[in-house]
Each structure stands twice: as C-alpha cells, then as structure tokens.
C-alpha cells in the first residue's frame, strides 16, 4: 500500500483494511504503554490489549477483578504511545447490551481501532482455566454485537466476535451455528477460540465457515502449527496473545534471583536495557526539544494543556475538509474537478447585489435587533404564511448566521443529557454533531431500505421515553430525496401523539425537479406547528453561501430563547446581508429561483447519463437539492494497483489524488457504502470529472 493512503486513514480504518486484507496479518499483545511501543517498534501491523496480560500487569486474575474503567485508562496510554491499530479483549463486553453500548463509545473515544467480545457471561473466567465453561444466549450475545454497533462513534470501528463453543465441549456444529448467528447480527469478523494442542479444529471450523467473513485466530495452544498453514487456510489474523507479559515475567525472574543472589548489579546490567534505551523508547529528546521552543525560563515544567472533554464529540466536517484538499491541489496547478462543494457555482441575482449596494450608501452599517431587522422578519413571516397556510409573525422568526446556527441553537435551547433525538440517515453530516454537543444522544433510523424514504413503522420502534424531537431534512443532502406528503402526515401524528418536536430543514426547498412537489410539514398537518422548528436559508436557492444568512421560524419560546443564545454568540447576522436578501423576498425574484431550477435540471440529467454507464455504481434519481448520492460497495475490497479499498474513505482519496476527482465519502453522512456528488458545477466540469471517475473506476481490480 502507498504511503500516502497509510497516512491519510485513521487507525481503525487502518485495522479494517488489514482485517479485509488478502494476506495474513500479525497482531502482538501488548499491556502498557512501554510494550505498546516495542510492538510498533518492532514493525507488526497492530497491537492485541490482551486483558490476561493487562489483568495480570496489574496483579489481579483474568476474571473482571480489574475494572473496565482501569482497563480503559490503560488504554489511553497505549493509544497515545502508538499509531498503528489496537484490537482490544474486550471480555464479555463487562456485561449486557448496555455495558457494551458504553463500553465501545468510550473506546472510540481514545481512538482505539477495535473491540473482540467473547460468547460468555460476566464476570468470566479464562479461557483456558478449567472445563465447560457457560456460554451466553445466542440471541443475548448477538444483541450485545447489536448495540456496540449502533453506539460507536467512529464508523470504521470494527467488532470482532469470539466464539467460545470449541473451547466449552459444545462441538463443531454450535460453533458454526453461533458463529453465523453472530455474522448476521454485524459482526465484522470472527475469532474461533481452541485449546487443542493442534490446530485441527480450528482449521476445520476454518474450511466449514469459508471465508464468509474474516476469521482470526489466538495459536496461544497449538503454536507448533506452522503459519503457512494458516495462510492456505485464509486465515485473516493471527493473534501471539501474551507473549511479552510472559517474556517479562521470565526476563524479571531471572534478574531478581540474580541481583538477590550476587548482591550486585555487575552481571546484571549487561542482560537488561539501557536506562538510555528507555529514554529513547518515550521520545525523552522531543520535550528536551519543545523546552527549547516554549519554556522562557530554565526550570518551568508546567502550563495549561488540556481541552474540554466535548472535543471528542465531534470530528471536522468531512465536507469542509474534502472541499479544502481540492483547493490545495488547485492552487499547486492540478485540474480538480470538484464534486464536493455543497454550493451553487453561479453568481448570486444582481437584485440582491443592488441591494446589498444600496444598504451601503444608505448607511446600514449599525447593529440590528439580535435575531433580525424587523422588515425581513415580517417578510420572512409573510413568506411562509403564504407556503403554510398558517399564520406567522414576526415574533416567530429569527435570522441566524446560516441555517447551521439556526440548527444549532435550536440544539441548545431543546435538548439536554439523557434526551434522544431521530434522525434519518443518511444525513446531514452537522445534525448528529450539533445533537452530541448539547449532550443528547443521536439515534439513527436507516432509510436506504426504503430508497430513503422514511419508513414509519420503523420510526415508531425508535420513539421511546427519552425521545425529545426528530430532525429532517427535505429536500435531503446528501439523497436528494423528497419525503412524500403521506409520509410528513404520519411524522406530525407521531409527533403530536408522543410530545415530540421537530426540526424541519428545508434548506433546499426551492429546489425541487419536477414532477416532484416539497412539502412544509407545518402545511400538511396545521396542529403540528406549535412543535415544530422550521429552519431555511437563502444560502442554496439565492447562491451566497458566503453571506452567511438562514433564519429559523418557531413558536415564540423557542424563538425567545434562541434570542438570548444568539445574543452570547454572534449577535446579529450582517446587517448589509439583511437589508440585501429582502430582495429575495421580492416577487420578480422568483425568475432567478426558477432559472436555476431549469439550469440544476439540466445538470443532473447530463450527470445520470454518464452514470448510468458506470459498472458496479447504483443510485436513487434525485428529486430535489442538487446532490447525487452514488452506492459504491461493490467497489469496497477491491484493490486499485497495490492500494486495498478498505473503505470509502480510501476511495475517495484515491479519487482525489488518481483521478484528480473530489467526492465526499458517504460514512459522514451515515453510509459508508456510498459517495455524494454535487452537480452545482459546471456542465464541463459535470463530463469532464464523471467521465474520470467512470475511467478510474474501471481500472480498480476485482
């Protein structure tokens, strides 16, 4: 693989490439950060937390004597020491579904790449100690793989599920049945568990299971087994799953007897590391360096370094983030065709660059009101009366520096810890972000079954106590699906009948192709406006997404006390942007809107032509926005020359830097099987770059 892809993908990217990878891949157990080090040191691909050696480091028995907290600081240590993947014995999981729900969002957290849990109840015992061992409930054990994957954070993270059926006498056959079982729940590979002092079962099991998902195994017992044999047998990893603990205890045996034994150190020194040694594995010459930069006077070793813990909930956008390579290669002279802005590539209307002159010369250049003057609110109140058929004041509008402060403050006044709060995914990448910052817990409800429509039945499984609201998004980015009225009719029932609130994003919605019709929720059922948050913006349809103004329409306490977040934060949207956009609100503005609509069409019809021509590459006909959202899956675990296409996230680069073609990977909306594109660009830059990715695609092996 290229060093570039190495280091442009995280560690548990980099472990499920590895995981997925042709050869047979090496991992080493590691207890602390020191013999973290000396793993990576030493060259394997990642390392094993075995929870015998951390127990065991720590004086205490494989058994859950040691917590899983004191585990997870143990961790943090080895992560922070290291770049290459670990794979944690995660045990039981430390308990039920809930332990493990909590259990891999703390390891996402400290950037561990994956976890392995075992078919047992806690508190367990070792594997290896005693006979017959109780194994779990299939359908209990496949609910604790359910649950950690629905609760990581890190969409590359990786479950691995360990079967223990060999191990407690129950035979060949359970250990298939349980293994499938828990494939089927999500599980992204599994461990078969052996005593045998050969390997014969577990290549057995290895023959049997086929190779329908990866397969990693612990030769703990049966280490005579040569490894090629292992490699005939597509075994995925081999785990050596204690063996520096053991080293250790041997190498300190020796070097205690013979200290106790000599009374000196002379016969000693020469068998052990150097102290120098141990300062060049903990990088001692890096802070001798960083004293250099930043101590002003000899001595001080302190100084505030930590950030808030909240800084952990959310990542950089991914859509920023794409955008911002495509420049970079643009200003080094590449031709980047860039399918990864999310904005329009014309200019905006001269009626809102007259206006925005005249607020100028006129002197507009003072504070406004915190949420707005009142002339666009009053419009903007107007506006959407006109699209509800329910009245709006002024008094239940607000203008926020784009719709992603009207989302976020909308966050903030809402919802607090232990609320939950749906949201359909695929979506957009800022809801589940904003949700986590004002420490609710986002849950998901997967509508790629539904072609992205929203199923109801569905939905109604997800609505629980804790549920405080739903965020939608129609016209959808990244889908460009528009939910039907029937469908918006359900979701304000569900609402009104569960206390629910909704946000309703319809940033897009003077963009929709027809025969396609968007609807305002608050239109479709009138009751449901006294619950619902209407968040718009004249970024997309009026093409100045630089200007930075949305707005927000509500009931009056919402609205109030966005008021006062806004007040502590931006205070009001640009004046000069507020008095220009009310040309928006003019009816002869209505052709600009309806121009682009047609010239959106007409892109999007050239896109799908090109498409429609590619292998291996599946879509849903967008309605609305200006996004294509391609399903690329039969492309993951392929390989592009040496390169292994572990995941979008490396397609997308391979894209950017082959093809010289920018897409955002579909993982930061939620789908990791796909790639958005904008066709917001040219009809040149449309051909151009969709005839690359078409020619880049058809060279990736399969």
Request: charged share 20%; proline share 3%.
């Amino acid at each position: 693989m290229s060093n570039t892809t190495n280091n442009f993908i995280s560690k548990s990217a980099l472990f499920r490439q590895h995981l997925f990878s042709p050869e047979t891949i090496f991992l080493m157990e590691a207890h602390n950060g020191l013999s973290a080090k000396i793993v990576q040191e030493t060259g394997f691909d990642g390392i094993w937390a075995s929870g015998l050696s951390i127990s065991a480091s720590l004086g205490v028995r494989d058994s859950n004597e040691a917590s899983w907290t004191q585990v997870l600081e143990i961790l943090e240590f080895m992560s922070d020491a290291t770049s290459i993947p670990i794979l944690v014995d995660g045990d039981t999981g430390y308990g039920n579904f809930n332990n493990v729900r909590r259990l891999v969002k703390k390891l996402c957290q400290r950037g561990i790449a994956a976890v392995c849990i075992e078919d047992k109840l806690f508190p367990k015992t070792n594997s290896f100690i005693g006979n017959s061992q109780q194994l779990a409930d299939i359908d209990e054990f496949c609910g604790r793989i359910k649950a950690g994957q629905d609760s990581k954070t890190d969409p590359h993270f990786s479950i691995i599920a360990r079967v223990e059926a060999l191990i407690a006498g129950a035979g060949m056959d359970e250990a298939l049945r349980r293994a499938e079982a828990y494939h089927q729940a999500g599980a992204d590979a599994i461990l078969i568990h052996s005593k045998q002092p050969t390997a014969a079962e577990v290549l057995e099991f290895a023959r049997r299971w086929a190779n329908r998902c990866p397969l990693v195994i612990v030769p703990t017992k049966y280490y005579t087994t040569p490894t090629e044999v292992f490699r005939q047998a597509k075994i995925s990893m081999i785990i050596w799953a204690n063996h520096n603990l053991r080293a250790c205890i041997s190498m300190m045996r020796q070097i205690s007897q013979k200290i106790k034994k000599e009374q000196s150190l002379v016969n000693a020194e020469k068998n052990i590391a150097s102290v120098d040694d141990i300062f060049d594995l903990v990088n001692d010459d890096e802070l001798r360096e960083a004293e250099k930069l930043y101590l002003p006077q000899k001595g001080y070793r302190g100084g505030p370094t930590s950030l808030a813990a909240r800084n952990q909930l959310i990542t950089e956008s991914h859509t920023a983030a794409m955008r911002i390579k495509a420049q970079k290669l643009k200003e080094q002279g590449i031709p980047v065709v860039n399918f990864a802005a999310g904005e329009l590539d014309i200019d905006t209307s001269e009626a809102i660059k007259t206006a925005a002159q005249n607020a100028i010369a006129q002197g507009y250049n003072k504070y406004t009101e915190t949420l707005g003057i009142k002339k666009l609110r009053e419009g903007i109140a107007a506006k959407i009366t006109r699209e509800t058929g329910v009245v709006y004041t002024a008094a239940e509008v607000g203008i926020t520096v784009g719709a992603k402060q009207a989302l976020y403050n909308s966050a903030m006044v809402l919802f607090e810890s232990g609320d939950e709060v749906i949201i359909p995914s695929p979506y957009w990448v800022t809801f589940p972000a904003q949700v986590r910052l004002a420490e609710a817990t986002p849950v998901f409800l997967d509508t790629e079954p539904c072609n992205y429509q929203i199923d109801i039945e569905q939905l109604k499984t997800l609505i629980t106590p804790k549920t405080k609201a739903m965020i939608m998004n129609t016209p959808n980015n990244p889908t460009g699906v528009v939910y039907r009225w029937e469908t918006l009719q359900e979701i304000a029932k569900l609402a009104i009948a569960n206390n629910l609130w909704i946000i309703f994003d319809e940033c897009y919605a003077d963009l929709v192709h027809s025969p396609y019709e968007h609807y305002n929720i608050v239109k479709v059922v009138k009751e449901v406006k006294e619950r619902t948050i209407v968040v718009n913006s004249f970024s997309k349809s009026c093409a100045l997404t630089g200007w930075r103004i949305g707005y927000v329409c509500a009931p009056s306490l919402i609205i109030k006390a966005i008021q006062k977040m806004q007040g502590h934060m931006t205070s009001n949207v640009c004046s000069i942007a507020q008095h220009a956009v009310l040309a928006a609100l003019e009816p002869n503005h209505n052709s600009f809107v309806e121009n682009t609509r047609k010239l959106l069409k007409q892109r999007l019809d050239t896109a799908l032509e090109i498409i429609n021509t590619m292998d291996a590459v599946t879509y849903v006909v967008p309605q609305g926005a200006f996004y294509v959202f391609l399903n690329v899956k039969q492309l993951l675990g392929k390989t592009y020359h040496e390169t292994f296409i572990a995941d979008v996230n490396i397609l997308a680069q391979l894209l950017l830097e082959e093809a010289h073609v920018a897409v955002v990977p579909g993982d930061a909306f939620g789908n990791g099987n796909c790639i958005r594109i904008s066709y917001a660009i040219s009809q040149e830059d449309i051909s151009n770059g969709l005839q690359k990715m078409k020619d880049f695609f058809a060279k990736i092996q399969y």
